[in-house]
């Protein structure tokens, strides 16, 4: 297709989170006395970063009076535990390498904290992507451009040069407001089903990660 960089998204798509990201949940609902959730509740939670996600977890939400807090305790703790059961979806390390092999530029965006990302980054896909964009101050997180915008920046590429990997409505909308394509990927947290409900129409869907290497 002519593109000379590919844009991951983290959690759902290169990474499979979900049960360190459920058990820092709920360590964190345990301390409060709060109900804890199962992986399937918290699959549905996560996306749109983790103020979104402790906002859908606790029944009271942001209106909880110590939503603050726990919302720093969960950082914290997911931080020094975001790699206990953590690894790569099957054929994603063999996707960045061959894309690597092949000159493409790669990037990872997340909206994870930016060190969880870089840390998560450096240990699994460090050879291959030099560029990872975590949650930040100064960044609007996704579906906003901002990230997506870095990494093109880093990257040293333009939009018509780039194409987005994503599992999630979220990333679709972040493919959009970028102006760039988007491959919505359909082994990670959204099944297909769920992503056309949410009107999510990409440029492609897989099945497999080594699809990917035919649509670039």
């Not at 939503?67 to 703790?77: D, N, Q, T």
Request: hydrophobic share 35%.
């Amino acid at each position: 297709m002519g593109y000379k960089a590919v844009i991951f998204d983290m959690d759902g798509t290169v990474l499979n989170t979900i049960e360190d990201i459920t058990d820092s949940v709920n360590v964190i609902l345990r301390r409060y006395d709060l109900p804890v959730r199962t992986v399937d509740e918290v699959r549905h939670f996560v996306g749109n970063g983790a103020r979104v996600l402790m906002n859908r977890a606790i029944p009271q939400g942001e209106e909880h009076p110590e939503f603050e807090r726990i919302l720093k305790e969960y950082e914290a703790y997911y931080q020094e535990h975001c790699n206990i059961k953590t690894g790569p979806y099957h054929h994603i390390p063999e996707l960045l390498k061959e894309l690597s092999v092949r000159g493409y530029k790669l990037a990872i965006v997340s909206n994870k904290p930016m060190g969880a990302v870089e840390e998560l980054n450096k240990i699994y896909f460090g050879e291959y992507v030099p560029v990872a964009i975590g949650v930040t101050k100064e960044l609007r997180r996704k579906p906003y451009p901002d990230e997506c915008l870095l990494a093109m920046e880093k990257l040293g590429v333009e939009k018509e040069d780039c194409i987005y990997v994503g599992d999630s409505d979220v990333d679709f909308k972040t493919a959009q407001n970028t102006g760039i394509g988007c491959i919505s990927c359909l082994w990670g947290f959204r099944t297909k089903e769920e992503l056309i409900q949410a009107k999510v129409t990409p440029n492609f869907f897989v099945n497999d990660p080594l699809e990917v290497l035919d649509l670039v």
